[in-house]
């Protein structure tokens, strides 16, 4: 996080919500958790942060940690965010680190045995630091980290390795949206460990209200903002996700 006078801002790339933050976007360099329900469009809002990034001089990296890049370049292009002119032209980089789930239950480096949790989180912090400094990346994209955390049982390892991964990250300077569910919507919900140590928090929720769906987004924490903290309607459309700041979600 850099923080005092040094401290600017670069813009969410979806319509609406840089109102909803005093007009300035996400503080740069800040770690910021998406949070959302199935189907609420986490993927989606990650994609187009880079795309927006890649299309005004700052190239990003997104981190697969659950689908195969074709699935999400599939997915992607039916809401209308081609992506493959910024792979073409090494502005935006995907790194597929689903394999490292896959590592056998032990693995030899220099003679030495380490544990499949610990090699996963040094290679998956390994793989985004030579993609980052390969391009010069100055967004970062992680999704999701709910597949990262099913290695880890037991609450206190998950916030161990989530602590070990933004000390990995934060020096690479990158604004970055780490992904994650919502593990319960409720309003009388408990917190996540990850709401804690993060920089921001934005919820995206998905509801059923009077036989329709109602989508919402929430700014529940964001450091160095004055944001909004009232829920805001959004929808899907061509260009991927729009938000109405005008508009309050009751």
Known sequence: MITGAEL???????????????????????????????????????????RYGCRNGEPGVYVSLDERPESILRNVLHLGL?????????????????????????????????????????????????????????????DSLTSFFIQYPRAAERRAAF?????????????????????????????????????GVIILRKQAKNSSVVRSLHIEKMRAVNHDVEPHPYRFTRGGIEVFPTEKVI
């Open 8 to 50: 600017q801002y670069v813009p969410t790339g979806i319509p609406g919500l840089d109102a909803l933050l005093e007009n300035k976007g996400y503080p740069q360099g800040f770690n910021i958790v998406v949070m959302g329900s199935p189907g609420s469009g986490k993927t989606t809002f990650g994609i187009q942060f880079l």
């Open 82 to 142: 081609d992506i493959t002119e910024f792979l073409a032209k090494g502005s935006l980089s995907i790194v597929d680190a689903s394999p490292i789930r896959s590592i056998p239950g032990e693995v030899k480096l220099g003679g030495i045995s380490i544990g499949k949790k610990d090699f996963s989180l040094a290679a998956l912090v390994a793989a985004i630091n030579n993609h980052v400094k390969n391009i010069g990346a100055k967004r970062l994209v992680i």
């Open 163 to 199: 602590m070990e991964l933004l000390e990995g990250i934060t020096p690479l300077r990158c604004t970055t949206l780490l992904i994650t569910e919502l593990r319960m919507s409720g309003v009388d919900r408990p917190y996540q460990f990850e709401e804690y140590l993060a920089d």
